[in-house]
């Protein structure tokens, strides 16, 4: 069966911290996403890479980064978290083919105190 | 713009029932794709369908089909014979190209609400 894990189901950080959120998929996947979702929002594109090393912007890139350095593995980071970065992340993961279906993690809700 | 618009925050519908959620879209690309997700209280974002958009037929998998109308721009979904299990947030999501990448854009969903 195809997995994506994302390594903390809950998380708790101050503000200012810097954050690490770690995804890792089993199916040999080109394709790696990072969304948040909110409630009444949805789910939004944070970032996203096609390739080893490679990272392409989406709708609400501000305040993230993110790394790519094995193909597996994909990570969020927030450099300083704030307040307003509380949100569940939702990792996904999907094969370069045309109907472009997306594998997701389970989420890591991430709580900014 | 909001390019993916699920007008129904929630819905109730009686087990057994059908019910149709639904999903319009804004894309001026002649090749796109569309799909539903189900997101249960346990968080996980299970995929449901899939329709091209040059696909004739509308999508039909087990009790999900989807009835695309492509020149209204709707994609809306119907789950016949709702189950209780059926009780979850659904999204509509459209493939599109972000910087000459395929992504998916969401809707913001939709609650299903199954009763006995």
């Known amino acids: 069966d195809v997995k994506v894990t994302q390594s903390s189901r809950y998380l708790v950080k101050r503000t200012g911290e810097k954050v690490f959120l770690e995804c890792v998929q089993d199916?040999?996947?080109?394709?790696m996403f990072w969304y948040r979702q909110d409630p009444g929002l949805g789910l939004r594109l944070i970032y996203f890479s096609y390739d080893v090393k490679m990272k392409e912007k989406g709708d609400i890139p501000e305040g993230y980064s993110v790394s790519r350095e094995k193909k597996e593995r994909f990570s969020l980071i927030l450099e300083s978290a704030s307040t307003n970065q509380t949100s569940m992340y939702l990792c996904?993961?999907?094969?370069?083919?045309?109907?472009?279906?997306?594998?997701f993690g389970s989420g890591t809700q991430l709580s900014v105190l | 713009a909001q390019k993916i618009t699920q007008t129904q925050p929630g819905m109730f519908v009686q087990e057994k029932e059908a019910v149709t959620l639904d999903c319009t879209y804004d894309?001026?690309?002649?090749?796109?794709?569309l799909f539903w997700y189900k997101q249960p209280s346990s968080g996980e974002m299970i995929f449901l369908i899939y329709q091209g958009s040059y696909d004739e037929q509308n999508a039909t998998e087990g009790r999900y089909s989807l009835n695309f109308q492509k020149a209204r721009k709707s994609a809306n979904l119907v789950i016949s014979a709702s189950q209780l299990g059926d009780s979850a947030m659904y999204f509509c999501a459209m493939r599109e190209l972000l910087s000459g990448y395929s992504t998916l854009t969401f809707g913001k969903g939709t609650m299903l609400l199954v009763s006995p």
């Open positions: 894309t001026s690309d002649q090749s796109y794709g």
């Open positions: 996904a993961s999907s094969l370069v083919q045309s109907n472009e279906k997306l594998f």
């Open positions: 199916m040999d996947h080109e394709n």
